[in-house]
């Protein structure tokens, strides 16, 4: 059984930062690759931001040059560091990553609210 547990969200003014923390455990071989998506309501859940196990990252259009997305595969943990933030980026947060037991399975964390207040 394997768990992402998602931390770091919040209530933030406009131009504020937030760091999220996931944090995977459990029965746990390899991780391959972590990403940041968000709901937003009434919306669809997108991708935000996404890291290989070897640290190539891509993001959303939306948030290029303000978030950042980073991981400690020591920690088995993934972080996203979000600058500048927008009202536009209110959503739930979730954590995904493809973890590694004896198959490969896709998880999620239970998600953390982030809220941005003009």
């Known amino acids: 059984q394997v768990q992402l547990v998602e931390s770091g969200g919040g209530l933030v003014q406009a131009g504020g930062s937030l760091r999220l923390s996931c944090a995977a455990s459990?029965?746990?071989?390899?991780?391959?690759?972590m990403g940041w998506y968000r709901q937003a309501p009434g919306k669809q859940r997108e991708l935000v931001a996404s890291?290989?196990?070897?640290?190539?990252?891509n993001y959303a259009d939306s948030v290029k040059g303000r978030f950042t997305i980073s991981r400690d595969n020591a920690k088995n943990t993934v972080y996203l560091q979000m600058n500048s933030l927008k009202p536009e980026d209110t959503a739930v947060y979730y954590c995904?990553?493809?973890?590694?037991?004896?198959?490969?399975?896709?998880?999620w964390g239970q998600g953390t609210r982030v809220t941005v207040s003009s």
């Open positions: 995904n990553g493809d973890i590694q037991w004896l198959a490969t399975h896709s998880y």
């Open positions: 459990g029965r746990i071989r390899r991780i391959n690759d």
């Open positions: 890291i290989t196990s070897g640290g190539t990252t």
